[in-house]
């Protein structure tokens, strides 16, 4: 897992104007938005890490890039952020319209580090919205596909209407990954699993001895998604979590997004899930 | 920005405390605001000081866990108190600050503008050592880091510090216990160590960096002599036995990670009024949260940053509810995070051994009391649980 | 056919721990079957005089709500064990089962394995040892679904 590496290409602590260039509606909640830079150097985001998006007036959050720019393609550079109305500030960005100013400050946080992947199965399981910090590993996985293994999705969602790019997990399953989804609560016509997401574990073909696992949703998924993957004899070193805290800088300044000794802003929000299971453990650390 | 201490400096001298008039002159002509302290509204406060009258001549203080009074003096020494409510964060780090401001234009433009560069340069009066480590800990945590905090170094760059001994410890100051004093060794452009007694009211003056070197060479001095050099060590040493205050600080972080489910929170919790006094006196909480507001027609929105305390019970809102919403996991975090998990983020403790989170607590809750009786009870588990006492 | 069967169910993961006798006694009364894509295992309020061990194909179990038909409450995939309601009375499926896509598993028939489990108690305890956990985890799955974790606060309803 590593730190992130590249220096900020934007001051840390003022947002630079991003322009919304494409608003995608995904769920009746969650809206997938790109965001264009019209001046200056772009910042290098790695999969896994985050950038604060400002609604200016309304306030700040931290929104993991749920798509990379394209290094090697001027007009694919986008940030792309997928973003669930949930409090204030998120629901004015899920609210925002083509054309209209988002604030950016980052890139912030360790990465997933899907290169140390390389040479073995990759397993990947999300949990509701923790699939959107999940898809840039998807991308970059599939883009030097020869150098991994065997590479699985397992998705939990709510609801078959909340899943997330579903035109997307057809085109993953068609290029070769394999994908398993299943709800809490089915839907009339739904044929795939119902169920909680651990329960795809014993039925994914991957080999836990060379293997490495990226897994993100709510604390209560990942820890039990975690304890399924040990089973099938996954390490702990080789499984890595997105933690969340609130944060009112995302920078290393403000002191709120702290989970024991840990800095989510600085060593995290990916982490060992070594490192992460013992503190997970202690209510309300 | 942190002053140099291996510089090339002339050797200490002394100086009057008549002085300490010249030394305002000086710092003025050199462009710094002076800020040090002074008696207002019962305490001493750190403040911008137009001349060195202001400075609290004669006035001492009493101290005790949740209890701090000023009193007189019996005689004109103007440094004769120790840490007031405030430290030098209300000037370093303020606790209120300007982040940004933005305008959006008819086109849907927006344009960023940053605050203006800061125009003051400090000059910091009176700094104890504690309070010098505690600016080296603010150093590591705000300017350390990968991200410089703009404020923090906008405020700190140029700053020329003059640090204060301690000969008289408060009762409740244990920079003894956590290596940072009494005496001032490092981190200062120049250290004073204040003299009273029948030579006279004067200071024995140490440059430590070529800048306290320059400043020191327009005030009207001379060498000091061994028996003044003696007598300042002599003091400060002895003061180094008079500590109000013990913190055993071997093993510290194992203790409260060990302690994580004591039962002794739920003793701290019931008397504990998560009121955040100690964050606030604390020359180490850096804590801050921010508030975007804008105007009317919502075309123009600022960012303002403000002190934040983790006992607060917003400060982990996350999701519908706090993480922390009981007092105790407040206290926990608080204490854990000060003096354990702070090494583990910044590679040092997070306290100084100032001793005004004692004194301004209003139930008067002893960080030195609250780590000896997490000590004993891990010690009494132990035996419980028949392992050899450590 | 017994010494095949025999070695199958010697082989399925799920009977890992018992003794040779105690599989002996499982594979006596066990049979191959087989359910094409759709096929309804049981019907809810049936008797319950089986169980299988599904080796490949994903089942769904579903409840019969009026005005909105069979709703799916679970499925259940490779190596699981479908259905525990023949080890208590009244013996009767508190849900249906109906093959996803094409299903092969172990079916055992419920008498026998009962009057086993009377006959020989430290059998009948391999067994509860062997359901248990199952049942449990099912519960444990559930009790999360009812959490709700994906749901924002206001779609869980609090305040």
Redesign the interface.
């Known amino acids: 897992m590593s730190t992130?590496t590249a220096?900020?290409a934007v001051?840390?602590?003022?947002?630079?104007?991003y322009r919304v260039v494409s608003r995608r509606v995904d769920t009746a909640?969650t809206v997938t938005l790109e965001l264009a830079h019209d001046a200056g150097p772009w910042p290098a985001f790695a999969p896994g890490q985050f950038a604060m998006l400002?609604a200016?007036?309304?306030?700040?959050v931290p929104i993991s890039l749920s798509g990379l720019p394209d290094p090697d393609d001027d007009r694919a550079r986008r940030l792309t952020h997928t973003v669930?109305?949930?409090g204030a500030v998120s629901r004015a960005l899920h609210d925002t319209t083509v054309?209209?100013?988002i604030?950016v400050r980052g890139p912030f946080g360790t990465s997933w580090d899907v290169g140390s992947a390389e040479g073995q199965d990759v397993v990947v399981v999300a949990?509701?919205?923790g699939l959107a910090p999940l898809r840039p590993v998807l991308h970059a996985v599939l883009a030097e596909r020869p150098r991994y293994g065997n590479v699985v999705l397992l998705i939990?969602?709510?609801t078959p209407a909340?899943l997330l790019y579903p035109d997307e997990l057809l085109r993953w399953g068609a290029a070769g990954v394999q994908v398993g989804i299943?709800v809490?609560?089915?839907a009339?016509g739904?044929?795939?699993?119902?169920?909680?997401v651990?329960?795809?574990i014993?039925?994914a073909r991957f080999d836990p001895a060379r293997s490495v696992a990226f897994v993100c949703?709510?604390e209560?998924?990942m820890r039990?998604t975690a304890q399924a993957l040990r089973d099938r004899g996954l390490p702990a070193s080789r499984l890595r979590i997105s933690l969340?805290?609130?944060m009112?800088?995302g920078?290393?300044?403000?002191?709120?997004c702290?989970l024991?000794?840990?800095?989510l802003c600085?060593?995290g929000p990916v982490v060992d899930y070594a490192l992460a299971e013992p503190l997970m453990k202690?209510?309300?650390? | 920005m942190m002053p140099q201490t291996r510089e090339e400096v002339p050797p200490p001298a002394t100086i009057e405390a008549a002085a300490l008039h010249r030394l305002f002159d000086v710092l003025h002509a050199r462009g710094y605001t002076i800020v040090g302290p002074t008696a207002r509204d019962g305490a001493i406060v750190v403040a911008e000081l137009d001349t060195a009258d202001e400075l609290p001549y004669g006035i001492g203080v009493d101290t005790e866990a949740g209890r701090y009074r000023l009193r007189d003096r019996d005689d004109r020494a103007a440094f004769g108190h120790s840490a007031g409510p405030q430290s030098w964060k209300s000037v370093l780090h303020p606790a209120r600050a300007p982040l940004w401001s933005a305008d959006r234009s008819p086109d849907g433009t927006v344009v960023v503008r940053e605050p203006a560069e800061q125009q003051h340069r400090y000059a910091l009066l009176g700094v104890r050592p504690c309070d010098l480590a505690a600016i080296a800990i603010l150093d590591r945590i705000l300017v350390g880091g990968r991200h410089p905090d703009p404020v923090y170094a906008g405020r700190r760059d140029g700053n020329l510090i003059i640090a204060v001994e301690c000969t008289e410890p408060g009762a409740t100051c244990f920079c003894t216990s956590m290596g940072t004093g009494p005496h001032a060794d490092s981190g200062f452009d120049l250290a004073m160590t204040e003299l009273l007694d029948d030579d006279g009211h004067r200071f024995l003056v140490r440059a430590g960096t070529a800048a306290g070197a320059e400043v020191l060479a327009e005030l009207p001095r001379r060498p000091a002599d061994e028996a003044t050099m003696t007598r300042a060590s002599s003091a400060v040493a002895d003061a180094a036995t008079r500590m109000g205050r013990s913190m055993p600080t071997s093993g510290l972080p194992d203790l409260l990670t060990d302690s994580r489910e004591s039962p002794h929170w739920d003793d701290v919790a019931s008397r504990c009024l998560t009121c955040g006094n100690c964050t606030m006196v604390c020359p180490t909480c850096f804590c801050t949260t921010t508030e975007d507001v804008t105007d009317l027609t919502g075309d123009h929105a600022e960012r303002w940053r403000r002190w934040d305390s983790c006992f607060d019970l917003d400060f982990s809102y996350l999701h519908g509810g706090s993480v922390r919403s009981s007092g105790q996991a407040r206290y926990r975090q608080w204490i854990t995070h000060k003096l354990g998990t702070w090494h583990d983020q910044f590679g040092s403790s997070g306290c100084v051994g100032c001793g005004r989170c004692i004194a301004w607590c209003p139930t008067g809750i002893d960080i030195t009391q609250e780590v000896a009786a997490l000590s004993l009870l891990r010690l009494a588990a132990e035996s419980a649980d028949g392992k050899d006492d450590r | 056919m017994t010494d095949d069967m025999f070695s199958r169910v010697g082989s399925l993961a799920f009977f890992a721990g018992l003794t040779r006798e105690q599989l002996r006694a499982l594979a006596g009364a066990a049979r191959p079957v087989s359910y094409a894509a759709g096929a309804r295992i049981f019907e809810e309020g049936e008797t319950a005089d089986r169980f299988w061990l599904l080796e490949h194909g994903t089942v769904a179990l579903d409840l019969q709500v009026p005005g909105r038909g069979a709703q799916v409450i679970e499925t259940l995939a490779g190596g699981v064990v479908l259905g525990w309601s023949w080890l208590h009375p009244p013996y009767r499926w508190q849900f249906g089962a109906v093959a996803r896509e094409s299903v092969e598993a172990v079916a055992f028939d419920a008498g026998p394995v009962r009057e086993h489990c009377d006959a020989d108690p430290a059998f009948g305890y391999a067994m509860l040892r062997l359901f248990t956990p199952v049942i449990t985890a099912r519960l444990h799955a559930t009790r999360l679904r009812l959490l709700d974790l994906y749901a924002t606060a206001a779609q869980a309803g609090q305040p």
């Open positions: 992130s220096p900020s001051s840390a602590a003022v947002p630079q104007p909640d400002t200016y007036g309304i306030g700040e669930r109305a949930v054309g209209a100013m604030g949990g509701g919205i939990g969602a709510r909340d299943t809490d609560r089915p009339d739904w044929t795939g699993h119902v169920g909680v651990p329960a795809l014993p039925i949703g709510p209560v998924m039990f969340e805290r609130t009112r800088c920078a290393g300044w403000c002191g709120h702290q024991g000794p840990l800095l600085r060593d202690i209510r309300e650390l």
